[in-house]
Nanobody, 127 residues
């Protein structure tokens, strides 16, 4: 069982930055791929980024939606059981509730593949 708690959302002007954090409980955090998704009102949940589990390697693979590539950076700190999403050059269309999720099967672009979800944190970007 993994419990996830997001933080770091808020209101920011276009062009600004925010860093979201997702703190995980449980001792197996490093064995999960971690993803970030977002959902705007009236829209489906949308993939943002995911980062692989370590698998004994010293590096992680990262994957991004085209809409955020070059502006957002996902990272993880297994010692702190935390995954981050650094969001730069924010745009009004980035406004959404952002969710982190844990996937025991290696990570996916598809939200239904994920096993555990946080409660979400609101990000609002004003123009």
């Amino acid at each position: 069982q993994v419990q996830l708690v997001e933080s770091g959302g808020g209101l920011v002007q276009a062009g600004g930055s925010l860093r979201l954090s997702c703190a995980a409980s449980g001792r197996s955090f490093s064995s999960y791929a971690m993803g970030w998704f977002r959902q705007a009102p009236g829209k489906e949940r949308e993939f943002v980024a995911f980062i692989s589990w370590s698998g004994g390697r010293t590096y992680y693979s990262t994957y991004y939606a085209d809409s955020v590539k070059g502006r957002f950076t996902i990272s993880r700190d297994n010692a702190k059981n935390t995954v981050y999403l650094q969001m730069d050059s924010l745009k009004p269309e980035d406004t959404a509730v952002y969710y982190c999720a844990a996937d025991s099967s290696g990570g996916s672009y598809y939200y239904r593949e994920y096993d555990y979800w946080g409660q979400g944190t609101q990000v609002t970007v004003s123009s």
